[in-house]
């Protein structure tokens, strides 16, 4: 007959490791978009994006390098932006007025698609006219300053939104005394994105979602194209 001692298990009834696991799992809930959008923020933060995408796509002569059919596209997209802007707008005096916090929510994301749309367009069309560009040296860097700025703010939005559908929410942002902050800023979204644009991924922050980390992915690629444009441009420029 076998002995059994106090944290034994008899051989015929195995552990369910799987089952302790399970019961250490929780389910985390949606932290939920931050507040930081008020009506005058997102009015500002959406006029900051279209007037950033308009200038890194103003010096840039679609039909001089593309084309026709590219060039309509481009130019459509340019008209896509005007109208998501103006849509953007009116649906954010409405909800104010109302006191429909959720549909100026849902236009400030309709609107971050169409600004993504157009930002990645002025990137490319940037890479595709670099060597291409005879510019004046400082207007030449005036796009490409631009379209660096342009990501840097439209994905400020991207995070502030996946933050707060994420379960759990997707950063850990360091607060004082030790303590996590449970509501983050706007700032906080602005400095993960511009830290991304600049070192290529957060600094303080701990970004905790997979998913948030292909976005930032995704950006780094964006601004390490810009980048390049630069160098071409100096390059080109130093040997003009």
Known sequence: MATMTA??????????DRAVSDAHKTHLAPRGVSACFTPLTTIAYVLVIFLLDILAGAAIEYGSVFSKDT???????????VVAFLATT???????MTGRDHLRHRALIVYLFVATVQTIAAVGALVVTARVRKDEYLWGLVDVGAAYIAI?????????????IVPGGAFVFPG?????????ELIDYAFISFNTNATFGPTSETVVSRRVKLVMMFQTILSLLVLLVLVARLVSTGRG
Request: glycine share 12%.
């Open 90 to 96: 009116a649906f954010v005096i409405v909800a104010s």
């Open 7 to 16: 944290g034994s298990h008899p051989q015929d009834a195995p552990r369910n």
């Open 176 to 184: 004082r005394g030790g303590e996590d902050l449970a509501r983050p």
């Open 152 to 164: 840097a703010a439209v994905f400020t939005g991207w995070y502030w939104l996946l933050d707060g």
């Open 71 to 81: 060039t309509l596209l481009l130019e459509g997209l340019d008209v896509a932006l």
